[in-house]
C-alpha cells in the first residue's frame, strides 16, 4: 500500500492544512502514533471547533490555548476515546469552558461526554458518521470546505501513514470491514487523519486497507485448513515484525480476524495453549512502560494463546 510520509512537523505551532483548518500535532510520536497526534481546528463564525485535543500532556495544552489566541474554543470534539485522541479533553475543557462532543457510548471507562452524539448528527457545519472497527466509538466527520469540496476527518479509521489496528474487545473486525465499505460508498475530495498528513484520493487507499484484510483473511483461513492455530503463532509466521510493540499489535489483528470467522461460523474456538509465547513475554515491559493495567496485561496474555480451528 501507498502510504504518505511526511517531515516530522514543526512543534507548538498552528499548521495551515486546509481553508479554514489548520492542526497542532502532539509531541506524543511513537510506533503506534507516528510524529503524534493531530489536534485540528476548524475556524467558525462563532469560534473555533477543535478536534481531537490529544494525549494528556499540559504543553499540548498549553499549545493549543496558545495557538487560538484570542479566538474562542467552543467545541471539543471527539472521533473516539482512546488516550492519544482525548487524553487532554477535560484539561482544554477547564481551560476554556468549551464543551466535549462524542460517540453516546464511549469505550472508556468513568468518561462520558458533555454532548452524546449518534450517527448523522450535526454540529458547527460537521455530521458525525459512525465508524466502528477500530474502537467502538469511532466517528468520522464529515465537513465542506468554502469551495463546497467535502472532506473527512477520519480519525484513526483510515490513516494516511499506516494501517490502523482492530484490537478486541474494542476493535472489531467486521465493523471494520462495514465501516471500510461505508466511507468507499462516499466521494470525499480529502481525509484529515488522526496521525500523518493529509490523504488525497482516500478512496483509493481505503479500498486497498479492505483488499488487505481481506487477503489477511484468506492467509488465515489457509492455515487453518492445515490445523488449528494458536493466535500468536500464527501472528508470527504471517507478519514477521521485527519490533515486538508491532507483534503485540499483529496479535491483536490476527485475533480480530479469527472472531470475526468464529462470529460468521466459519471457525470455532478450541481449547487454548498453555505456554506463553516469546514474543508476547517480550512486549510485556513495554506494556508496563505504558501504563497497561494488569487486567489489560492479563487479557493479553491469555488471548495470544488462543486456539482456533475451521468448523
Not at 480529502?190 to 486497498?208: N, S
Not at 487454548?272 to 515491559?285: C, F, G, K, N, Y
Amino acid at each position: 500500500m501507498a502510504y504518505l510520509e511526511e517531515p516530522e512537523p514543526k512543534r507548538g505551532t498552528l499548521l495551515p492544512v486546509l481553508p479554514g483548518i489548520g492542526r497542532v500535532v502532539a509531541q506524543n510520536p511513537g510506533i503506534m502514533t507516528y510524529h503524534g497526534t493531530n489536534t485540528y481546528f476548524i475556524e467558525g463564525a462563532d469560534g473555533l471547533t477543535i478536534i481531537d485535543p490529544g494525549p494528556d500532556k499540559s504543553q499540548h495544552v498549553a499549545d493549543i490555548v496558545a495557538a487560538a489566541g484570542k479566538t474562542p474554543i467552543l467545541r471539543i470534539v471527539l472521533t473516539h476515546s482512546h488516550s492519544d485522541h482525548m487524553g487532554a479533553a477535560a484539561a482544554l475543557k477547564a481551560a476554556t469552558g468549551a464543551p466535549i462532543f462524542g460517540y453516546h457510548t464511549p469505550i472508556r471507562d468513568g468518561f462520558m461526554p458533555d454532548e452524546k452524539l449518534d450517527d448523522g448528527a450535526e454540529l458547527a457545519g460537521l455530521t458525525a458518521l459512525y465508524t466502528p472497527g477500530h474502537a467502538a466509538d469511532h466517528l468520522c466527520f464529515q465537513y465542506f470546505l468554502p469551495d463546497g469540496k467535502k472532506i473527512l476527518f477520519s480519525g484513526d479509521h483510515v490513516m494516511s501513514w499506516s494501517s490502523s489496528i482492530v484490537s478486541p474487545p474494542e476493535g472489531d473486525m467486521l465493523a471494520y470491514y462495514r465501516s471500510l465499505e461505508r466511507v468507499l460508498a462516499r466521494d470525499d475530495a480529502f481525509y484529515l487523519p488522526g496521525h500523518g498528513p493529509l490523504l488525497p484520493e482516500p478512496q483509493k487507499l481505503a479500498r486497498e486497507l479492505l483488499e488487505h484484510r481481506q487477503t489477511r483473511e484468506a492467509a488465515i483461513m489457509l492455515a487453518l485448513r492445515e490445523k488449528p492455530r494458536v493466535v500468536a503463532d500464527l501472528a508470527a509466521e504471517l507478519y514477521e515484525k521485527t519490533d515486538v510493540r508491532l507483534k503485540a499489535a499483529a496479535q491483536r489483528n490476527v485475533l480480530a480476524h479469527m472472531l470475526k470467522l468464529r462470529d460468521e461460523g466459519i471457525a470455532v474456538e478450541r481449547e487454548p495453549d498453555h505456554d506463553d509465547h516469546p514474543d508476547t513475554l517480550a512486549v510485556l515491559p513495554y506494556s508496563i512502560a505504558y501504563g497497561i493495567t494488569d487486567e489489560e496485561v492479563s487479557m493479553t496474555k491469555s488471548d495470544a494463546k488462543r486456539r482456533f480451528a475451521l468448523v
